[in-house]
């Protein structure tokens, strides 16, 4: 089977230029060409108004300009919008636009972005965890979402009649908090950082991106020596190793002793603040000798905890906790002086948790429905 043509957005700007050489092209085409795809966001080589034509046309025959297509839209009513696509080997991913805040003139965007097709964690409450590990994303089926979303942004919806509208914005965050764990594919989410950051590519701020991780240790240390700006966010979920082993396997490897020197390594070398991320759910991890430990854990490291009451429609045995119990919760962790926050669940009609859209549909589900029962940790 002959392989498929590469793609645009997998290329870093050097092997851009070297495909642009390779055709015969001068050097400044691929400065054209870049700017076309990532400030442009075009969707169509023929749309490349100042590339010789019989260039645009080798472009098409031996290039491809994206690495997937919008299979499936679901909006909310508090603006998120989630898209299911379909990648060249007919596997699915989904990805989500978070409206961040409305100014006067204009609305700021986050998107959040997959890098694998499922997850090799397994966290037992994820509906991407229960799905498997497929395979990882491409830095090209990284970037292509953040495209595909900042065309939505301005009002491009591509000729698909179900495409939602939505305000018009730009995308000024972009978080890898989608399907898989990000740093199991460093080296392809580091190069679609590169690209999103770089003042030739889509030219984001480079604190405008947060890396998101189950707790590979090996790769936090890692990351904090690239000289990024970047933030870091740790799946934490509980506070001391034996509930944590239940609920992120990844700790069995990595346990909370390896994991937080880690973490105050990134934030004294980066000088970026840590944010941990803890979903409550209610009878699980949500009391308050919990929530003290976690303070006691966290005591003395610059960082955010995100508290999260738990999706709904997450299954049996991982429901949220009542609202006054994560209010509780988050003043006791308060008391320890560290920076503690809850954080507003988005797209929670649409099923914007990660995975759980994909899941839904492959079974026939309406969302909003609640996913079968998982197993509680015991």
């Known amino acids: 089977m002959p392989a498929s043509p ?6 870093t700007s050097v092997q851009m230029s070297e495909l642009v050489a390779g055709m015969g092209e001068p050097d400044y085409r691929a400065a054209q060409l ?11 080589f023929d ?8 260039f645009r046309a080798r472009l098409s025959r031996e290039t491809r300009l994206r690495s997937m297509v919008p299979v499936h839209y679901v909006s909310g009513r508090d603006s998120t919008v989630k898209t299911l696509f379909a990648l060249a080997d007919g596997r699915t991913i989904e990805s989500a636009l978070m409206l961040n805040r409305a100014g006067r003139d204009s609305r700021r965007y986050t998107v959040c972005v997959s890098t694998q097709v ?24 990284m970037i292509d979402q953040v495209l595909h979303f900042a065309r939505l942004a301005l009002g491009r919806r591509g000729g698909a009649s179900d495409a939602p509208r939505v305000a018009p914005g730009r995308i000024t965050n972009v978080v890898f908090m989608g399907m898989g764990e990000p740093l199991a594919n460093y080296d392809a989410v580091l190069q679609a950082v590169g690209t999103l950051t770089s003042p030739e590519g889509f030219g984001l701020a480079g604190r405008g991106i947060v890396i998101s991780t189950a707790g590979l240790v090996p790769q936090i240390k890692k990351l904090s020596r690239e000289g990024l700006q970047t933030g870091l966010a740790v799946s934490l979920h509980a506070s001391e190793d034996k509930l944590r082993n239940r609920l992120v396997p990844t700790n069995k490897r990595y346990p909370l002793e390896k994991l937080l020197p880690a973490c ?26 919990q929530a003290r430990s976690l303070g006691r854990l966290l005591k003395g490291l610059d960082c955010h905890v995100n508290l999260i009451p738990a999706n709904p429609t997450a299954g049996r045995g991982f429901g949220p906790p009542p609202h006054g119990r994560v209010l509780a919760f988050q003043e006791e962790v ?13 797209g929670l009609d649409i099923d914007a948790g990660c995975g759980q859209l994909r899941s839904r549909l492959a079974a026939g589900m309406p969302p909003g429905t609640a996913l079968p029962a998982q197993p509680a940790p015991q």
């Open 47 to 54: 749309d490349m108004s100042d590339l010789p034509r019989p």
């Open 334 to 346: 308060s008391r320890s002086h560290i920076a503690c926050t809850v954080r507003r669940g988005r």
């Open 34 to 44: 870049r700017h076309w795809v990532y400030r442009e966001l075009s969707s169509s």
């Open 6 to 11: 590469a793609c645009i957005t997998d290329l």
């Open 264 to 289: 105050r390594e990134f934030r004294e070398t980066t000088g970026r603040r840590v944010s941990f991320e803890y979903v409550l759910f209610e009878g699980v991890n949500d009391s308050l000798v």
């Open 118 to 141: 499922g997850c090799p964690v397994r966290c037992p409450f994820c509906a991407t965890g229960q799905q498997g590990f497929e395979r990882n994303l491409s830095p090209g089926e």
